[in-house]
């Protein structure tokens, strides 16, 4: 059974800066198979995609809201997803969580099937 922990969230002015990390544990298989992504939920909103990484870190995704700002990467020797956020708004208030991805479009949670419990970045104005 994987485990993934999220950690690196907190309260920030607009305009600053956050990375977020992910930690996986528990997996019989190598890290660098996974393929991961980065979701957010706002209170009473959907869960949204906001950026994907294949296993060895060399293709990524991003939603067109966070590109330019986010930058995902991984380090597999550490079995760790990072989340590095700039220049960020108020609108990226949320919880944010990592996850595996299963199969189908990385853009859907419903291709991951291990999440993790979410960190809460919020960004004040």
């Known amino acids: 059974q994987v485990q993934l922990e999220e950690s690196g969230g907190g309260l920030v002015q607009a305009g600053g800066s956050l990375r977020l990390s992910c930690a996986a544990s528990g997996s019989a298989r190598p890290f660098s198979t996974y393929y991961m992504g980065w979701f957010r939920q706002a209170p009473g909103k959907d869960r949204d995609f906001v950026a994907h990484i294949n296993g060895i870190g060399d293709s990524t995704y991003y939603a067109d809201s966070v590109k330019g700002r986010f930058t995902i990467s991984r380090d597999n020797a550490k079995k760790t997803v990072y989340l590095q956020m700039n220049t960020l708004k108020p609108e990226d208030t949320a919880v944010y969580l990592c996850?595996?991805?299963?199969?189908?479009?990385?853009?859907?949670?419903?291709?991951?099937?291990?999440w993790g419990q979410g960190t809460q970045v919020t960004v004040s104005s």
């Open positions: 996850a595996i991805r299963l199969r189908g479009p990385y853009y859907l949670p419903g291709s991951y099937n291990y």
